[in-house]
């Protein structure tokens, strides 16, 4: 396997930018940090401000093949000026635009907005479970919550659909033990009414909680020994609600964060002595050389032949890497 960049342009400007435009959720999901997040000592409920928005759909708009990932650190169209932030960053060309989201707010106004000027090129909306009782126990919400989710996943995928618009719809389920024995009704369930199903890997945010060793869901048969190095480094940037940029996209507590961006750009930290430090890292096998890495186990979850570019990939029906 050939490790780095797919493409040398990808030297000066990562692949992917996440942006995390809110801090705040209207969910507990029971694999999430968020709610331990917002139960910590000083944690402040955010959304990112006009100016951090702008400055980052502003240098996006020079580098055209960059994707622009919404998600994250909570749900993103809890944020106030969600729309307005959207026609931007359309009106600077920025594309594909993909959101995840866990389905809430998708109606109304906001879905018919968001269709209509075909905000968003892909949706992918969290589902996590095919029963309600699942969805319950891992989503945090009520079981007349998840009907309501669903008929938003139905009726937005009828919307763009009626209106010939190009948006994909995808839905998404996390192999994790309570829901393992769901995925395959979830997959006959979701196909056919909407673009993609995924399944995605369980992690563990061990960067947080101390970790629980190399083997996440009990059933993979890792080493340490065998740890590849991680496709983030060469793929993906986040920026947080707060402006922060930082290499990992699991990180919560910041501990990843490279800069910001009142004195940074994204391209200063992706090209940064110190980031070029940590991919040597990583391509050495030293990964344990950087703290933030030396116990993480979400490396397995990010496989090179593998990840969110494969499904918007396959949506969008263009080679993004
Ligand atoms: C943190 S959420 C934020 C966006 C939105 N609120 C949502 O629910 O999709 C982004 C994605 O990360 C996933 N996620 C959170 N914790 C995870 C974990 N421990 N393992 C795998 N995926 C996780 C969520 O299920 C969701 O699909």
Redesign the pocket.
């Known amino acids: 396997m050939q490790y780095g960049y797919a493409d040398k342009k990808h030297e000066e400007f990562p692949p992917m930018v996440i942006v995390s435009i809110v801090n705040i959720?209207n969910?507990k999901?029971q694999?999430?940090?968020?709610p331990k997040l917002a139960s910590m000592e000083g944690y402040r409920g955010n959304m990112m401000s006009w100016e951090h928005w702008k400055k980052v759909i502003d240098e996006m708009s020079y580098h055209t093949y960059s994707v622009l990932n919404l998600?994250?650190?909570?749900?993103?169209l809890m944020h106030t000026d969600f729309i307005k932030m959207l026609r931007y960053a359309k009106s600077q060309n920025i594309f594909p635009i993909n959101m995840?989201?866990?389905g809430i707010l998708l109606k109304g106004q906001i879905l018919e907005t968001i269709i209509n000027e075909e905000l968003i090129d892909t949706i992918?909306v969290?589902l996590?479970a095919f029963t309600t009782n699942t969805f319950v126990k891992i989503r945090g919400g009520k079981g007349s919550t998840f009907s309501k989710i669903k008929e938003n996943v139905i009726n937005a995928y009828k919307l763009k659909t009626r209106y010939k618009k190009k948006i994909k719809i995808m839905v998404?389920i996390?192999d994790?033990p309570l829901a393992r024995s769901e995925l395959k009704d979830f997959q006959d369930y979701w196909n056919g009414k909407v673009d993609l199903v995924i399944t995605?890997?369980?992690?563990?945010?061990t960067a947080e909680t101390g970790g629980t060793g190399p083997d996440i869901t009990g059933d993979q048969d890792f080493q340490k020994t065998d740890r590849w190095p991680c496709t983030l480094f060469w793929r993906r940037i986040t920026i947080t609600d707060d402006g922060g940029i930082q290499y990992c996209i699991d990180d919560w507590l910041h501990k990843s964060r490279l800069g910001h961006l009142d004195q940074n750009s994204i391209k200063d930290i992706w090209t940064s002595k110190t980031y070029n430090k940590l991919r040597e890292y990583h391509l050495k096998g030293q990964q344990h050389k950087n703290p933030y890495c030396a116990d993480c186990t979400e490396w397995q979850g990010m496989t090179w032949d593998f990840d969110y570019f494969v499904a918007m990939e396959k949506m969008i029906g263009k080679q993004l890497l």
Not at 31 to 34: E, L, R, S, T
Not at 200 to 205: E, I, L, N
Request: charged content about 20%.
């Open positions: 959720c969910l999901c694999h999430c940090f968020w998600g994250t650190d909570g749900e993103p995840t989201t866990n992918n969290s996590d998404n996390i994790q995605r890997k369980y992690y563990t945010a």
